[in-house]
């Protein structure tokens, strides 16, 4: 045999080789037939010419019996060959254009095997399995013998295959082709053809067949056909002309020629790799006794090879998808593009290759590829559709001030005509990779709920954004507010300036909430209800609507977080002005007054110690009302002020005062009793320094000039009083210079008169100045004119 041209498929022990798709690979090399093949068996008694006759027709180089030498089994196992020749009586080989694969099956009832029928069983099965064709070789003399022309084992062969595929809804057909060797003549092909079909259908009928197959009719499975060979040794031209007829209806085409013999039916429609899977599995299973499904066997080997070629194309195009896609993830058309010609080129070559498959399979695993495709695009998808929901989440922000700045839109509609329209452009976009078919369907409604996610999240934190903001702006204004108007309250306080503290703050409150409260309609209630509703102020009719799109609830956790801001606020300032030091000033301020001013004002002039006395009693009195007001916050009513909002936790440290007694601070104690009673000493202090000053401003208004000194000036200058008293002169000098300094003192014109007196005392001067120099030069003169006379 030539190794080249044929090929051990299965061995004596049974075993399938391993070297057939290397074989198929030598052969073909490149060349991708596709489904372009045919598998022919033979199938008949040893050494009745079965590779004379493959070797002829199909020119292959299977091992022939030399008879001259010894009658022996020739072919053992199963053994394949290629060719694409066929003999016919054109004498062209190469009419069809197909590969043929030729499977000679080692030789039934022979003496080498002996009584063990299993093989030729076995391989009997399996050339009906994987083939298209089976050749049944007979001697024309072996028709009408039961075991000679093999019934027996058809019969068996028959059972097995019904049994297997009884059920079968896919009943793939076989041609059995009866070739009838050394036919002579002398008895008609069609006789000896009608005695081969009555005995095939009656061995049909004898089968035992399955539950539910009763019906099933030899021709559900096998087409018969009969042909006659002339004696090859007695007619040897008969014989090779015979053969060609025979190579002439294996050449022709089913849609040429009723005669063809290869047609569409009898195909595995499975490429030729796919095949030699196909083959193993069903000796695998044949030779384990297993049941052999050969429907399922295509399947799975289509299963199979999809499967394959599935993982082949992923790899091609998807080994360096990454560095592909990263440069252009920001760019969404390019990113469409590419991912689509991606997707394209890899559905394209799966198609080319796996279309040849079962196509139930084929399809199927086409959409796991197109699945397995979009899983992967998934990630750069997300990325990109992680980068467009940030840069539209950003947008919301900006879009939000602008529409509030132009004061076109107020916040909660600009927020919803924001949301809309983010929800309409991230839609769009993600249109746009499902338009083409760049998602997995499952992950389409999951990215939209995760943008409507992440939107509403943006929403809920611009919300709490504002709601911080509108709290913060609320509290500063009540803070300030508060400032304003009740540390005068308590700087100058009334016997009630708690009454009006708190007056002053509800009204603060009320005036900085009124613009979010909302009236509700009353809610129908029973007696009862309504008489309940008056003792807690009506306050359950009343909501709030911070007009920033919040839930009641929030809105009415708001309305209570300010009024609870409020109230510290007004604790911490109440707490933070009337430190002790403040309280001695004010107190002492208010003793001041009481004690220096009358009731209209105006300042007293004391004018004895007792009325001294009963001032300062009566402005201790007063101020020390005062301190005991100002000490704790209670009302006019004497009863206690408390929040009524628990703000303890916020201002209620507990501390321990000098002499080691526990207090709580609470918005009402604004001074214990160690810190009161220091106030009170230190008032003391300052208010007794005060009554010494007015006490000594009677002695100093009193003891001023001693009255001896007007008795010394009396006694001293009695003498010079009685002068001027007695001289009308001096009297007169007097009266006018008092007159003078009167008006002079009275409209303050001491400094014109200082300028008149030093302009007249420099004039006196120049004048002065000048007679005396006239003197001295008349004097000069004379002293030299008595000279000269001497
Ligand atoms: N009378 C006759 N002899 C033939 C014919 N064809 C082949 N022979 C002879 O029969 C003998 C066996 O031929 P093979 O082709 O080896 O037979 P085989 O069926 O392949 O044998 P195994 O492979 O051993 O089963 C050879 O000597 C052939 O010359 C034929 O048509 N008529």
């Known amino acids: 045999m030539v190794e080249q041209t044929a090929i051990q498929l299965i061995n004596e022990e049974k075993q399938f080789s391993d070297a057939i798709l290397p074989y198929f690979k030598s052969i073909l090399e490149e060349k991708d037939i596709g489904q372009n093949y045919h598998v022919i068996s033979v199938f008949g008694s040893q050494s009745s010419g079965k590779s004379t006759l493959l070797n002829i027709l199909f020119n292959t180089e299977f091992d022939t019996m030399d008879a001259q030498v010894k009658r022996q089994q020739t072919t053992k196992g199963i053994w394949l060959a290629h060719t694409h020749e066929i003999n016919n009586s054109h004498d062209d080989r190469s009419l069809l254009n197909e590969e043929l694969f030729v499977l000679d099956v080692e030789g039934s009832d022979g003496a080498e095997r002996g009584e063990d029928q299993d093989f030729e069983r076995k391989a009997a099965l399996f050339a009906i399995s994987v083939s298209e064709v089976l050749i049944v070789n007979l001697w024309e003399q072996q028709i009408g013998l039961y075991q000679g022309n093999n019934m027996g084992l058809l019969k068996t062969v028959f059972e097995v295959n019904l049994s297997l595929f009884g059920n079968s809804h896919q009943k793939k057909k076989v041609l059995l082709l009866f070739v009838i060797r050394d036919h002579v003549g002398v008895t008609p092909l069609e006789s000896l053809s009608e005695s081969l079909i009555n005995e095939l259908e009656s061995l049909w009928d004898g089968l035992n067949k399955p539950i539910g197959s009763d019906n099933i009719s030899l021709y559900d499975f096998f087409d018969l056909k009969f042909v006659g060979l002339g004696h090859k040794i007695l007619q040897n031209d008969k014989f090779i002309e015979d053969v060609k007829k025979l190579g002439d209806q294996f050449s022709q085409s089913p849609t040429k020629s009723e005669k063809a013999i290869f047609r569409p039916i009898y195909h595995h429609m499975l490429p030729l790799d796919g095949w030699c899977m196909y083959a193993q599995n069903c000796w695998d299973q044949i030779e384990n006794n297993k049941d052999l499904d050969l429907p399922t066997q295509q399947i799975l080997v289509a299963r199979f090879k999809t499967n394959e070629i599935l993982e082949e194309t992923f790899i091609k195009y998807f080994n360096d ?103 309409k452009q991230y839609m769009s976009i993600l249109k746009k990779f499902n338009e083409n078919d760049l998602l997995l369907l499952s992950s389409v409604e999951q990215k939209c709920k995760d943008f409507e996610k992440l939107l509403d999240s943006k929403i809920i934190e611009l919300k709490n954004n504002e709601l911080k903001l509108l709290i913060s702006k609320v509290r500063k204004t009540i803070t300030f507010e508060i400032k304003d108007e009740i540390i005068p309250l308590l700087s100058n306080p009334s016997l009630d300036v708690w009454d009006k503290i708190i007056s002053r703050f509800n ?85 001041e007054n009481a004690f220096r001013y009358d009731e209209n004002d105006t300042p007293i002039l004391w004018k004895d110690e007792q009325e001294i006395d009963e001032t300062f009693k009566m402005a ?160 000069h003169e004379k002293v030299p004119h008595k000279a000269r006379s001497m």
């Open 620 to 779: 201790r009195r007063k101020a020390l009302s005062v301190l005991d007001i100002l000490c704790m916050a209670k009302t006019s009513d004497n009863v206690e002020i408390v929040p009524d909002v628990n703000i303890d936790d916020e201002i209620g440290k507990e501390y321990e005062d000098e002499v080691g007694i526990y207090h709580m601070t609470r918005f009402s104690h604004i001074l214990n009793e160690l810190e009161k009673e220091k106030v009170l000493q230190q008032f003391k202090r300052q208010v007794n320094l005060i009554v010494i000053d007015a006490k000594r401003s009677i002695i100093k208004t009193t003891t001023h000039i001693p009255l001896w000194i007007y008795v010394i000036i009396v006694v001293l200058g009695w003498n010079e009083f009685m002068m001027v008293i007695k001289n009308p002169f001096y009297v007169t000098m007097l009266l006018i210079l008092s007159v003078a300094f009167f008006f002079v003192h009275r409209f303050n014109l001491w400094n014109p008169v200082l300028n008149v007196v030093s302009v007249a005392i420099g004039e006196t001067r120049q004048t002065v100045k000048s007679k005396l120099r006239e003197y001295v030069l008349d004097e």
């Open 507 to 591: 009204s603060i409150l009320d005036r900085n909430l009124s613009k979010y409260k909302v009236q509700v309609a009353a809610v129908e209630s029973t007696e009862s209800d309504k008489d309940n509703s008056k003792e807690e102020g009506d306050t359950q009719s009343i909501q709030y609507d911070f007009q920033l799109g919040l839930g009641q609830i929030t809105n009415d956790t708001t309305a209570k977080r300010i009024h609870f801001a409020a109230w510290l606020s007004l604790a911490t300032t109440t707490h933070d002005y009337l430190k002790s030091d403040t309280i001695v000033n004010i107190i002492r301020d208010t003793f």
């Open 321 to 423: 998808f990454d560095k592909i896609v990263q440069p252009i993830l920001n760019n969404r058309d390019d990113l469409i593009l590419e991912l689509k010609h991606i997707k394209e080129q890899c559905l394209s070559d799966y198609d080319s290759m796996a279309s040849r498959y079962t196509k139930q399979v084929y399809l199927e695993n086409r959409q796991s590829l197109i699945s397995k495709i979009n899983e992967k695009f998934e990630n750069s998808v997300d990325q990109h559709l992680k980068d467009v929901s940030i840069e539209l989440l950003d947008k919301i922000n900006d879009i939000i001030k602008e529409n509030m700045n132009n004061k076109k839109l107020t916040f909660i509609d600009s927020l919803t005509t924001v949301k809309d329209s983010m929800d």
